[in-house]
């Protein structure tokens, strides 16, 4: 049985391991160590909650906990408006067949939007996304 994952864009593991690769971020630049199926640019944060966040610098608990409203509120938003729904319906299309990798920059053990996204999947859509 195939199973969706999240990951980093330079985990080594994938190099030759099967499966489709989704970047869930703004940018792909300075990556091209993998082949890349699908951009889901949409699923990222919006530049301007990007830009704030990395502009803290210290990045303290009270502003992970505000980009994580910002970033809930854009799924939410993405939900009610049906069109997370695309998303989610190609995403059980292609577990079907192989694993799915949604990719993104940081490290595993690093705050990033990738695990919110996959909490909140799992949350309301049962998919049981893990870390790869």
């Known amino acids: 049985m195939y199973k969706i994952y999240t990951s ?3 985990n080594k593991r994938l ?3 099967e499966g489709i690769r989704i970047s869930v971020c703004r940018s792909m630049q300075g990556y091209t160590f993998y082949h890349y199926n699908r951009w889901y640019k949409e699923l990222a944060p919006d530049f301007e909650i990007l830009k704030r ?3 803290t610098g210290n990045r303290t608990q009270s502003t992970k906990d505000w980009f994580t409203q910002e970033y809930i509120r854009k799924l939410d938003e993405l939900r009610n408006s049906g069109r997370l729904e695309g998303y989610i319906d190609e995403l059980e299309k292609l577990v079907q067949y192989n694993d799915v990798y949604l990719l993104c920059y940081e490290k595993p053990l ?3 939007h990738r695990h919110i996204l996959a909490d909140y999947l799992n949350n309301h859509y049962e998919l049981n996304i893990s870390e790869y």
């Open 53 to 55: 966040f990395k502009s």
């Open 110 to 112: 690093e705050f990033c």
């Open 15 to 17: 190099k030759n391991k």
């Open 8 to 10: 980093h864009f330079s």
